[in-house]
């Protein structure tokens, strides 16, 4: 059965999808079989894989048809390396049809994930900035989170918040889940604000015991391999970073719990 983790931070513009998406494919250069999840309707994860959203969505090949419309999630897989599970912008819709139709609308992707849990290794979900529906499910079918978080006082301001949902999630609907770590993103150690703002974010952490993972650097090298298709990891091996992604994802193999 597949380890599921739920990249989650309620603040856009973080690095989340990226970093699920080069985490994903560091994984899958260990032997790993992945699929990705993409629980967000800004479908910046669907992207990232090259995938046209909006071909997908007539062909009603994503997420939203299995959430909603109860197509088994095999039926949507994309079968890239990693697999793809798609999004396009009609998932906004999600939660207000899913509160409508659905009583007990925390399990369903859980349940959904049972059917092909089996074909792989990790599963990860790439969630909105924002707590919806859409997030809780994922939270609630996860074992571990993984917490992108860029090094700007804006961006942890919501993280003590995000703790306390995840907390509540934990005794409501998921005993099991754990906070894998926060990753730092977007980090320059030449930047005087960057640093100061690592250190309140360690703070916050070591007063809840959550690991507080290797911050990845700010570099452009990611919005240029994004634009030619390609995990940054893949494109250039030595650029920042990249060494931080195949150590997170030798961790999250050697993870017990």
């Keep these: 059965m597949a380890k599921v983790i739920a990249t989650v931070n309620m603040k856009g513009g973080v690095g989340k999808s990226t970093a699920t998406f080069n985490l994903s494919h560091a994984l899958v250069s260990r032997g790993k079989r992945v699929l990705a999840i993409d629980a967000d309707p800004q479908a910046t994860l669907t992207f990232l894989f ?71 290794d990790y599963i990860f979900i790439d969630c909105p900035p924002f707590l919806t529906i859409l997030t809780w499910n994922a939270l609630a079918a996860a074992h571990l989170v993984l917490v992108p978080v860029k090094t ?23 005993r099991g889940l754990q906070i894998f770590g926060v990753l730092p993103t977007m980090y320059n150690k030449q930047y005087r604000n960057d640093n100061e703002t690592l250190e309140s974010l360690r703070a916050i952490l070591q007063e809840k015991q959550i690991p507080l993972l290797d911050p990845i650097p700010r570099s452009t090298k990611y919005d240029r391999a994004a634009s030619n298709g ?17 150590t997170l994802a030798d961790q999250i193999i050697n993870h017990h719990g």
């Design 50 to 120: 090259e995938q046209d959203e909006r071909a997908l969505q007539l062909a009603e090949k994503t997420l939203y048809y299995s959430l909603v419309m109860d197509k088994p999630l095999s039926s949507i897989v994309i079968p890239t390396t990693p697999a793809l599970i798609p999004s396009s912008i009609i998932l906004s819709k999600a939660d207000r049809e899913l509160m409508a139709t659905v009583r007990y609308t925390s399990s369903i992707l859980r349940e959904k994930l049972r059917e092909i849990s089996d074909n792989y």
């Design 152 to 174: 700007d006082l804006l961006s942890i301001l919501g993280i003590p918040l995000l703790l306390r949902e995840i907390e509540d999630i934990r005794a409501r609907d998921n």
């Design 230 to 246: 390609k995990p940054l990891i893949f494109s250039s091996s030595s650029a920042p970073g990249a060494d931080v992604f195949y």
